[in-house]
């Protein structure tokens, strides 16, 4: 379990795929069509903070530029979003990053920190960016990170501007992310949003904004009521239950007794 204080943030996009016939406005690629929902996702409560949706030509780090960034938050990205020029204006504006480095890195080792290999770690460097766009863009230090996730027998390199929290805090934080692909599953799987009621780029673009509503809305009945059931079992309940005159809290009670009820009554009874 992740031990900050701070905010985490997950920045990612996922893209809706459109019929070029029937969407023309929505430039993609050349014999198809799309639009892209860009989300700020809050990994402690996995609500989105932020949401733009552009077309799909629209490259994922230009969303950098639309952010306000929180000071003192960490904000987790994928390589899509490493732009040295962007990232420095978030460590002007006092907010962290935790971003995966490109293979092909230039920098110069400064020195380097202790790491306890056996939990993954191989270093915890401090570096200076080589090369003559990277060290202009970003001309102060930078914290570079290795680990080995054992799991996935793969090697990790990250880049932060954070040198207090420790190494594997790094590691663990943008283990986090994969929450917002989960986000993003989740919406494409249970609402609507692979076919549109309209075809014009405001109809799309409400029916998409209606949806993320709906998993906000979702989320927070079932953070605020402490429910143990899913979010899918929640969104079923209420779907069925919108025009019931019932308090909330009773009307979630008694569904989920009446199903672990059935559940109950359908499980054979091995023993006497």
Known sequence: MLELEETIYALDSTTIDLCLSLFPWGHFRKRKAAVKLHTLLDLRCNISTFKEITDGRVH???????LVPEAGSFYVMDRAYLDFQRLHQLHLELAYFIIRAKTNLQFTRMYSR????AVGLQV???IKLKGFYPSKFYPEKIRRIKFYDIEKDKHLTFLTNNFLIPALAVAKAYKLRWQIELF?????????????????EN???????????VYILVAIVKK????SASLYTILQILSVSAFEKTDIIQL??????????RLDSNQLNLFD
């Not at 202790?114 to 290999?117: L, Q, R």
């Not at 109809?203 to 509503?213: H, L």
């Not at 979630?252 to 009820?261: I, P």
């Open 60 to 66: 994922d780090v230009n969303i950098l530029d639309s």
């Open 114 to 117: 202790p790491v306890d290999k």
């Open 124 to 126: 915890d460097q401090t």
């Open 184 to 200: 993003f599953k989740w919406i494409k799987q249970h609402l609507r949003i692979k076919s549109f009621f309209g075809t014009s």
């Open 203 to 213: 109809a799309v673009k409400t029916q998409i904004w209606i949806a993320v509503c």
């Open 224 to 227: 605020r009521l402490n429910l």
């Open 252 to 261: 979630f009670n008694n569904t989920l007794s009446q199903t672990d009820t």
